[in-house]
C-alpha cells in the first residue's frame, strides 16, 4: 500500500496556475527525489502535502487520510509529516533545545525531561549534540540545518519532506547536510526531497521526477533518468545543470 | 444516526467553516455590545431629556468667538466652521514654518562647527522633553508678561508685542489677492512646464539649453505682467464659476442624494467586476476562493448601506448642506455659494495690486480707553493663536530635525562617495543624488509629523485660542449635545488626516516612480 | 611635551569652530544667541519681582496635593520601595565596569569650569517691565562683588578635584548613584532654606527668615538612603542568582500596583465580607487549581479535559456579565490561563511541585490585590480622588502603559490577523482612535462616556480617562508591535505549521516572544509619552502636577499672595519634567544598548 497517494492535483496563485495536474504514488521507506527548473511547481507540490498550501482539485491522501479542510486530519497529517526548510526557520529566540523540544512538548503532550533526553539522542544523530544550548544565531549554516532535520524527527514523523535543504547552504556545508540526510535514508525513512543535488539523487534516490512548467514531465529510476532520458525537456535540464 | 453525528462533527472541523464561524461569532459579538451600548445610551438620554439630534447645528448658540471668520456666529454651524478654518489656518502655516525651522535644525545637527551642532541638540534635548502643552503655555505666559497695550501710543509700527498679543508688517490682501493667487499657481506649473521642456530638449539634441535660466526668466516676467493687472485673466474662471453656481441652485437635494447613491454603486460594481476579472487571465481560469467571495461580498454589502444611508436623515441632511439650505444651517457653505464666492472673488472688474505691503497699527475701540491692533492693516495675532503656533511648530520642528538628520545621514555614506568618484561637484552631488533620495527616506516619516501637528493644535484651547475643540467644546456646553459634537470632531479629524496622508502619499508615489 | 599639545588643541579648535568664513560668523552668532539667551534666563529667575518661595513653599501639594499629613508615613514607604527596587536592581545588574576617582573628578571639574564661566558672564542687572504701565526698571542682582566669594569658593572646588584626582582609587560604576544621591541627602543637613513666615496680622515677614529644612523631611529621606545602600549591596550579594533577578522583575511590574492599591490608599476592609465570601472562594480556587495540577494527567482524567477546558470557558466568560465578586471573575481568568498549559507542564513530579507554587503565589498576588484594589479608601481628600499632583501624574503614566499594553497586543494580533473581518475590525478600530487627538479623547471620558454607561453604574473621572487612555495609547502601541509582527519572517509561520502547532501555541509560543523582543525599547519611549501626555488632563480638570502650579498656586491668596505667580511654577513644571523624561529616554538608550549585547 503506497503512504503517499496524489491525484491529478492542481493548485493556482490568483490567476496563475502553478500545479496543472499532478498524480503520484510513493511506497513507504522509498526515497523520492524531485527536480526542476525554479517555478515548475516542485516546492509548492511538497507543500501541499503537509497542507502549507492548498490544492484546490485532485485529491492528496496520505497514509490513508486524505487531506481535506477537515482541521483533524489536518493536524494528523502535519505529525506524520516532518518537513526542513531552505532557510532552516529555526526559531531564534529559543536555543537549539528548546527548538526540539517544543513540538514534543507542546503538539505531542511529553513530559519536557523525556522529550529532552530523544532531543539529545537526535543531536547525536545530526553529529552536533555540543551545541544543544546555543542559540541558532550562534551556529553555522550547516549545523542550523541538521537541527533543523533534529526538530523535525524529533516528532516522530513517517515521512519527511526536503525542501530544497542544501540551497541555502556553502558549498563546504551542503555534504555535512547531505550525510545526514543519507544516512536517514538508509534507515528507512520515507523522504521526498526537491533538490539539485544530482549526486545525492543518483546515489540514494530510489525513484527521480522532473517537474516542469507545473507538470510531471518524467518519472524513472535514476540510472535510466540519468544515462537513459526519455523526455527532451529532461534532456535540457541534466544538460543545464551538469 | 452515528453516520449523520459524525458528518456534522466533520462540518465543524472543516477549516473553511471553523475560521468564517468564528469570524461571525466575533462579529455577532460585537455588534451585540453596540447595540447594547447604544441602548444604553438612547435609555440614558430620553432619561435626561437631552434626545440625540443634529438641531443645534442650525440654532444660534449666542456666544461670541474670540477670532476668525464668523466672530458672532449665527448657527452652530458656523460657528464649528470658524474653528476648523482656524484650526486649518494654523495646521496649513505651522507645517510650513516647521518644516523650514526643522531642515535647518536638522543641518546645523549635522554642522563639523561644534558649537552650532551642540546648540540645536540642546535645543532638541530640551523641547523633546517638555510636554507641549506646558510649552505651550509658557508662550502664553510670556506674552501675557507683557506690557498691557493700552500704554502705547496709537499709530503705526514696524512689528509690535503687548499682552494682548502681537503684530506685524505684513503684505495684506487686497480684492485682486485671490487671483494673483491663483494666477501665481498657474505661473508656477508653465514655468515648470518650461524646464522639462527644455530639460527634454537638452536630452534628445544634447546640446546646452539652460533650463533653469529658462524657467525662472518665464516665471519672472509671468509675474510681472500678472502683479500689473494680468492676473485678471484668471476672471474666466470666475465667469464660469458664475454659471455653475447659478445652474446649482436648480438642482434639487434628491439630486445630490441620487448622484452620491449611483456613484457608490458605480464604485462597488467596478470594484466587484475588477476582482472577477483579476482571476481570468487568457484561457487559464484562477479559481475563487472564500475570502474572494468575502470581498466581493462586502463590497456590495457596504455600497448598500451607503446607498440606504443617503435617503435616510443622514443622507438628507447632507444634501441640504450641499444645497446650501440657507433656513436649516445658515450658513452659506452650500456648493452653489462655493461657486458664486468663486466667481465673486474672481472678477474680471477688480484692479489695483493684489497685495499691499503695510505697518502694524494700534487702534483706539471706539472712543473707549482700549486699544487694539488693526485687523485691516499689519498682522496680528492673538495670544491664544501665537501661543498655540509657537509651541505646536517649534516642537514639530525639533522631529522634523531629527528625521532630516536621520534621512541625510542614511544616504550620505556611500553614495556621495560615488557621486564624487563621478566628478560630480559638491552642488550637483547635493541636488542630484543626495537630495533625492534623502527626501525618499524622510518623506514618510514627515507624513507623521504633519498628521500630529495637526492633531497637536487642539492643545490650542488650553490657552484659549478658538479651534475646532475648542469651538465644539463652547458648543456642547451651550447644548448638551456631547455626542453629535464628538461625531463631528471625529469626522473633520479624520478628513484632515486623511488629505495630509494622501498628498504626501502622492509624492511618495511620484518620486518613487522618478527613482525608477 | 605641552608645546604640541597646545599645537594639536588649536587645529581642532580651528577645524571645529573656524575652518571658514562663514562657519566663523556662525559661531559668533550662536555663541552670542547662547549668552544672551542665558543672561535673559538668568535676569529672570534672579528678578526681585519672581517668588521662588510660590515654588518652593508649595512642594507638599505639588508631589501628593491634599493628602492629609497623618497618612505620610504611607508617601514615604512608597518612595521607600520604589528606592530599595532601584537599589537592588543597580546591584544585581551591574556590569562591573570600572572607573576611576580621577576620571570623576575630571568630570566634576568640567561641570565647575562651566559654572565659572557662567558666573564670569552673568548679567550684574534685570530689568523688570510692568505690565500696567510698560515703565522699564533696571534693578541689581548680581554685583561682582558678590561674585569674588563664590568664584574662590569654586575655585577651591577645583583645587581640590585636582588633588583629588592624583589618588589612584577605582570602584564600580554603579556605585556612583549612591554617591549622586548622598549629595542632596548632606545638602539636607546642612542647608537653610527661605521659609515663610507669618507675624501676628497674617502678614508675611521680609525678608524671609532662613531655616533649616524640617526633621519630617531630613529623616526619611536619610532612612531611605540608607535602605538604597543597603538594597545596592543585598544585590551584589546576590547577582548570580537567577530566581531573585526573575523575582526583582516582576516585584517592578507588581510594585506600582501594591503602592497604589495598598500603600497609598490605606484600604477599608471589610471582615466580615472577607471571611464570609473572600476567604472561601479563595481557597476554594486554591483547591480546585492544585487538583488540577495533580490529577489532569490522570489517565481516566485526561479523557474529560476538553469537556472540562470547555465548561471552564463558559464559565468564565459568563461570570464576567454576571454580578459575582471580582475575585471569582479573576480566578476564573487565572485558572483558565493555568489549565491550559497544566497538562503540558505537570507532566513530572518537579513539574507538578513548581506549578503548584506558581499557582498558589500567583492566586494570592491577584487575591491580595484585588482585596486592596476593590476596597475604599480611608483617607479622605477634597475632590474625586486621593491621587493629585505628581503621584496623580505617575498613575496616569505607568496604569495607562499596564492596560494599553495587553490591547495593544490584541489589536495587533487582530491586524495582523488572515481572518479578514476581525483584521477589518481591528483596523477600524486603531485608525479612528488615531485619527483624533488625545483631548477629544478626554473630553470624551468627561462628558460623553457616562451616557453609555448603564444606570447605576458611575466610574471615577480618573478611572474614565484610564480607559480612554488605554484605547488610546493601546492603538498607538498596536502599530509599533504590527511592525514587530511583519518583521518576522514567513518561514517562522511555516516552520511553526510544519511541526503541527495550532494557532494559540504559534502565536503566544513563537510569534509574541520574537514580535515583543523588537519592541520593547518603543514600550520605554511610550511609557515617556504617557507620562507627557498625562499633562493634557489639565484641560478636563484633574489635579495633576501641571494643574497644581498652574491653577492652584496662582489662586493662592490668602495668607500668602503668589497671584501673578505663574512663570516661576511653569518653569518648575517643565523643569520637573525634562528630568524625568531624559533620564528616562538616557537609561532606555542604555538598556537598549545591553540588550543589543545579550542577544543574538
Redesign the interface.
Known amino acids: 500500500m503506497s503512504i503517499i497517494e496524489a491525484k491529478d492535483v492542481k493548485k493556482w496563485f490568483g490567476d496563475f496556475q502553478a500545479l496543472k495536474g499532478i498524480s503520484m504514488e510513493i511506497q513507504e521507506g522509498e526515497v523520492l527525489v524531485v527536480c526542476g527548473p525554479s517555478g515548475s511547481g516542485k516546492s509548492t507540490f511538497i507543500r501541499c502535502i503537509n497542507r502549507l498550501e492548498q490544492h484546490q482539485e485532485g485529491s492528496i491522501i496520505v497514509d490513508g487520510i486524505e487531506l481535506t479542510n477537515d482541521i483533524k486530519n489536518i493536524e494528523a497529517i502535519r505529525s506524520e509529516v516532518g518537513m526542513v526548510f531552505q532557510s532552516f526557520n529555526l526559531f531564534p529566540h529559543l536555543t537549539v533545545l528548546q527548538n526540539i523540544t517544543l513540538a514534543p512538548i507542546w503538539v505531542r503532550k511529553k513530559s519536557k525531561s523525556d522529550s529532552e533526553v530523544k532531543a539529545m539522542e537526535l543531536l547525536e544523530r545530526v553529529g552536533i549534540p555540543e551545541q544543544a544550548h546555543k542559540f541558532p544565531g550562534q551556529l553555522s549554516g550547516g549545523q542550523q540545518q541538521r537541527v533543523a532535520i533534529a526538530r523535525a524527527l524529533a516528532m516522530e514523523p513517517k515521512i519527511m519532506l526536503f525542501d530544497e535543504p542544501t540551497s541555502a547552504l556553502d558549498p563546504e556545508m551542503i555534504k555535512e547536510v547531505l550525510d545526514v540526510m543519507k544516512e536517514l535514508a538508509k534507515s528507512g525513512m520515507t523522504m521526498i526531497v526537491v533538490t539539485h543535488e544530482m549526486g545525492f539523487a543518483k546515489e540514494v534516490a530510489d525513484r527521480v521526477m522532473l517537474f516542469d512548467d507545473g507538470l510531471m514531465v518524467e518519472e524513472n529510476t535514476p540510472n535510466e533518468f540519468f544515462d537513459n532520458p526519455k523526455n527532451d525537456r529532461t534532456k535540457l535540464f541534466l544538460s543545464q545543470i551538469l | 444516526m452515528v453516520k449523520l453525528l459524525s458528518k456534522i462533527g466533520?462540518f465543524f472541523?472543516?477549516?473553511?467553516?471553523?475560521?468564517w464561524a468564528?469570524?461571525?461569532i466575533?462579529?455577532g459579538g460585537?455588534i451585540a455590545l453596540i447595540f447594547n451600548?447604544l441602548n444604553?445610551?438612547v435609555?440614558?438620554?430620553a432619561n435626561t431629556n437631552i434626545a440625540f439630534s443634529w438641531g443645534f447645528l442650525g440654532e444660534t448658540p449666542g456666544v461670541s468667538i474670540a477670532e476668525g471668520l464668523y466672530t458672532l456666529p449665527k448657527s452652530g454651524l458656523q460657528m464649528l466652521q470658524t474653528g476648523m478654518l482656524n484650526m486649518l489656518r494654523i495646521t496649513v502655516t505651522g507645517i510650513v514654518a516647521a518644516t523650514f525651522f526643522g531642515t535647518i535644525l536638522g543641518i546645523a545637527r549635522l554642522?563639523?562647527?561644534?558649537?552650532?551642532e551642540k546648540?540645536a541638540t540642546s535645543l532638541l534635548?530640551?523641547v523633546?522633553?517638555?510636554?507641549?502643552?506646558?510649552?505651550i503655555?509658557?508662550f502664553q505666559?510670556?506674552i501675557?508678561?507683557?506690557?498691557?497695550l493700552e500704554?502705547?501710543d496709537v499709530g503705526s509700527v514696524l512689528f509690535h508685542a503687548s499682552?494682548k498679543g502681537v503684530a506685524l508688517s505684513w503684505p495684506n490682501r487686497q480684492d485682486g489677492a485671490w487671483m494673483f493667487m491663483l494666477y501665481f499657481l498657474i505661473t508656477i506649473y508653465i514655468s515648470n512646464r518650461v524646464y522639462k521642456q527644455r530639460v527634454k530638449l537638452l536630452e534628445e539634441e544634447g546640446r546646452e539649453t539652460k533650463p533653469f535660466l529658462w524657467s525662472f526668466s518665464a516665471l519672472i516676467i509671468l509675474l510681472a505682467a500678472g502683479w500689473f493687472g494680468g492676473y485678471r485673466i484668471v476672471g474666466i474662471i470666475g465667469f464660469v464659476s458664475g454659471f455653475i453656481s447659478q445652474g446649482l441652485e436648480l438642482l434639487p437635494g434628491l439630486f445630490y442624494q441620487a448622484l452620491l447613491s449611483i456613484l457608490a454603486g458605480y464604485f462597488s460594481f467596478r470594484s466587484v467586476r475588477k476582482q472577477i476579472q483579476?482571476?481570468?487571465?487568457g484561457e487559464?481560469?484562477?479559481?475563487y476562493s472564500d475570502?474572494d467571495y468575502?470581498?466581493m461580498i462586502?463590497t456590495i454589502v457596504i455600497a448598500l448601506i451607503f446607498i440606504a444611508l443617503m435617503f435616510a436623515p443622514v443622507g438628507q441632511g447632507i444634501a441640504k448642506f450641499l444645497v446650501g439650505d440657507e433656513p436649516t444651517f445658515k450658513s452659506d457653505w452650500g456648493l452653489p455659494q462655493f461657486f458664486g464666492g468663486i466667481s465673486n472673488a474672481l472678477d474680471w472688474s477688480i484692479t489695483g495690486t493684489p497685495y499691499e505691503l503695510n505697518m502694524a497699527e494700534i487702534q483706539q475701540v471706539g472712543t473707549t480707553k482700549f486699544k487694539r491692533y488693526s485687523n485691516e492693516v499689519g498682522k496680528s495675532l492673538t495670544v491664544g493663536y501665537f501661543a498655540t503656533w509657537m509651541g505646536v511648530v517649534i516642537y514639530t520642528a525639533i522631529f522634523i530635525s531629527e528625521i532630516v538628520r536621520a534621512g541625510i545621514m542614511a544616504v550620505s555614506k556611500g553614495q556621495s562617495e560615488a557621486g564624487l568618484s563621478l566628478g560630480l561637484r559638491r552642488s550637483a552631488l547635493l541636488r542630484l543624488i543626495v537630495l533625492p533620495q534623502a527626501v525618499r527616506i524622510m518623506l514618510p516619516p514627515m507624513g507623521n509629523q504633519y498628521l500630529n501637528l495637526a492633531?497637536?493644535t487642539?492643545?490650542g484651547?488650553?490657552v484659549g485660542f478658538p479651534e475646532v475643540?475648542a469651538v465644539g467644546?463652547t458648543l456642547?456646553n451651550q447644548e448638551g449635545q456631547?455626542?453629535p459634537v464628538?461625531l463631528i470632531?471625529?469626522i473633520f479629524?479624520?478628513t484632515v488626516?486623511l488629505t495630509l496622508s494622501s498628498i504626501v502619499n502622492y509624492y511618495n508615489r511620484k518620486l518613487k516612480i522618478v527613482e525608477r | 611635551m605641552m608645546n604640541i599639545d597646545l599645537k594639536k588643541q588649536t587645529r581642532v579648535i580651528k577645524e571645529n569652530l573656524f575652518s571658514s568664513p562663514v562657519s566663523t560668523l556662525l559661531t559668533f552668532l550662536t555663541s552670542y544667541i547662547m549668552i544672551s539667551f542665558f543672561r535673559g534666563m538668568f535676569g529672570f529667575a534672579t528678578a526681585p519681582d519672581k517668588d521662588w518661595l510660590s515654588v518652593l513653599n508649595n512642594m507638599q501639594l505639588y508631589m501628593v496635593q491634599a493628602y492629609p499629613e497623618s497618612d505620610f508615613i504611607r508617601i514615604w514607604i512608597c518612595v521607600g520601595l520604589g528606592f530599595i527596587f532601584s537599589g537592588l536592581s543597580v546591584g544585581l545588574w551591574e556590569t562591573g565596569e570600572k572607573t576611576s576617582l580621577s576620571k570623576l573628578c575630571l568630570t566634576f571639574s568640567k561641570i565647575i569650569f562651566g559654572i565659572i564661566f557662567l558666573t564670569l558672564i552673568a548679567p550684574t542687572t534685570s530689568v523688570i517691565v510692568s505690565t500696567a504701565t510698560g515703565i522699564r526698571e533696571q534693578v541689581d542682582v548680581f554685583s561682582y562683588a558678590e561674585r569674588i566669594p563664590l568664584l574662590s569658593i569654586l575655585l577651591g572646588l577645583l583645587v581640590v578635584f585636582f588633588l583629588l584626582s592624583k589618588i589612584n582609587l577605582n570602584f564600580n560604576k554603579s556605585f556612583l548613584v549612591s554617591i549622586y544621591l548622598f549629595v542632596p541627602i548632606v545638602f539636607l543637613w546642612l542647608m537653610k532654606i527661605p521659609t515663610i513666615k507669618l507675624d501676628a496680622e497674617n502678614q508675611r515677614v521680609f525678608p524671609d527668615p532662613l531655616m533649616p529644612i524640617a526633621n519630617s523631611t531630613k529623616i526619611p529621606w536619610t532612612l531611605i538612603w540608607m535602605s538604597f545602600v543597603a538594597a545596592y549591596l543585598i544585590g551584589i550579594y546576590f547577582k548570580n542568582k537567577k530566581q531573585f533577578k526573575t523575582a526583582v522583575s516582576i516585584s517592578w511590574v507588581l510594585l506600582p500596583l501594591l503602592i497604589f492599591s495598598w500603600i497609598f490608599k490605606k484600604p477599608l476592609i471589610d471582615l466580615n465580607e472577607l471571611i464570609r465570601n473572600d476567604i472561601p472562594v479563595f481557597i476554594g480556587f486554591l483547591l480546585v487549581g492544585v487538583l488540577t495540577i495533580y490529577f489532569i494527567n490522570n489517565k481516566i482524567v485526561e479523557k474529560f479535559y476538553g469537556y472540562y477546558l470547555g465548561l471552564l470557558v463558559i464559565v468564565t466568560l459568563a461570570s464576567l456579565f454576571l454580578k459575582v465578586i471580582l475575585l471569582v471573575k479573576a480566578g476564573l481568568l487565572l485558572l483558565l490561563l493555568f489549565s491550559v498549559i497544566i497538562p503540558a507542564v505537570s507532566t513530572s513530579a518537579k513539574g507538578k511541585r513548581s506549578l503548584t507554587i506558581v499557582w498558589i503565589v500567583s492566586l494570592t498576588t491577584t487575591a491580595f490585590l484585588l482585596e486592596g484594589g476593590t476596597s475604599t479608601t480611608q483617607i479622605v481628600v477634597p475632590g474625586s480622588s486621593i491621587f493629585g499632583g505628581f503621584s496623580l501624574t505617575w498613575l496616569l503614566a505607568i496604569f495607562g502603559t499596564y492596560v494599553s499594553f495587553p490591547l495593544g497586543v490584541l489589536l495587533a494580533l487582530g491586524r495582523n490577523s488572515s481572518l479578514p473581518i476581525i483584521k477589518g475590525v481591528c483596523t477600524g478600530i486603531i485608525e479612528l482612535v488615531r485619527s483624533v487627538p488625545y483631548i477629544t479623547w478626554l473630553f470624551f471620558a468627561s462628558v460623553t462616556m457616562a451616557v453609555f454607561l448603564p444606570d447605576g453604574v458611575e466610574f471615577n473621572l480618573i478611572v474614565r480617562v484610564l480607559i480612554v487612555t488605554a484605547f488610546f495609547s493601546g492603538a498607538y502601541f498596536a502599530e509599533n508591535i504590527r511592525g514587530g509582527l511583519q518583521s518576522i519572517p514567513k518561514g517562522q509561520f511555516e516552520a511553526a505549521d510544519a511541526i503541527g502547532m495550532n494557532t494559540v501555541q504559534k502565536t503566544s509560543l513563537i510569534v509574541l516572544p520574537q514580535a515583543l523582543r523588537a519592541i520593547v525599547p518603543t514600550l520605554v519611549s511610550s511609557i515617556i509619552t504617557g507620562f507627557k501626555d498625562s499633562s493634557l488632563v489639565t484641560i478636563i480638570g484633574l489635579f495633576d502636577f501641571l494643574t497644581i502650579g498652574r491653577m492652584v498656586i496662582g489662586n493662592q491668596s490668602i495668607p500668602i499672595n503668589f497671584i501673578g505667580h505663574d512663570r516661576e511654577n511653569l518653569l518648575f513644571i517643565a523643569l520637573v519634567y525634562w528630568i524625568f523624561t531624559f533620564t528616562l529616554s538616557r537609561r532606555s538608550m542604555k538598556f537598549e544598548k545591553r540588550l543589543g549585547l545579550g542577544e543574538r
Do not use: H
Open positions: 466533520a472541523r472543516n477549516v473553511v467553516v471553523l475560521k468564528v469570524q461571525f466575533f462579529l460585537l451600548y444604553i445610551a435609555g440614558n438620554l554642522s563639523n562647527n561644534y558649537i552650532v546648540t534635548e530640551v523633546r522633553n517638555v510636554p507641549l502643552l506646558v510649552q503655555l509658557f505666559a510670556l501675557l508678561s507683557l506690557p498691557r500704554v502705547y499682552s483579476s482571476k481570468r487571465s487559464l481560469q484562477g479559481k475570502d468575502f470581498k462586502i492633531k497637536n487642539s492643545l484651547i488650553a475643540v467644546q456642547y456631547t455626542l464628538f470632531w471625529m479629524f479624520s488626516s
